[in-house]
Nanobody, 115 residues
């Protein structure tokens, strides 16, 4: 059974950095496209970054140049390095993949950017 578990969220000051991790189980990351989404209070969930099976990467415009998505297939892990964080980056961050036609989400990890 596909499971995704995020970690690494927390409270950070503007300009700070965090590294989110997503541990996959029940499937192999190397054969799946993976993505990070986020959802701020009162807003819809939005794509932050995605990485294809072949390693092609796509970022949302609002994180371009600040966030980096990466994967470690040997460890079955997905990462999101977040630098130069802004208050508007405050949200719950979710790891996502698709197995056949089913969407899988982790439980999310809270990122709060505030003085």
């Amino acid at each position: 059974q596909v499971q995704l578990v995020e970690s690494g969220g927390g409270l950070v000051r503007p300009g700070g950095s965090l590294r989110l991790s997503c541990e996959g189980s029940g499937f192999s990351l190397s054969t799946h496209a993976m993505a990070w989404y986020r959802q701020a209070p009162g807003k819809t969930r939005e794509l932050v970054a995605e990485i294809s099976r072949g390693g092609s990467i796509n970022y949302a415009a609002f994180v371009m140049g600040r966030f980096t998505i990466s994967r470690d297939n040997a460890k079955n892990m997905l990462y999101l390095q977040m630098n130069s964080l802004k208050p508007e980056d405050t949200a719950i961050y979710y790891c996502h993949t698709v197995e056949w036609t089913t969407d899988y989400w982790g439980q999310g990890t809270q990122v709060s950017v505030s003085l």
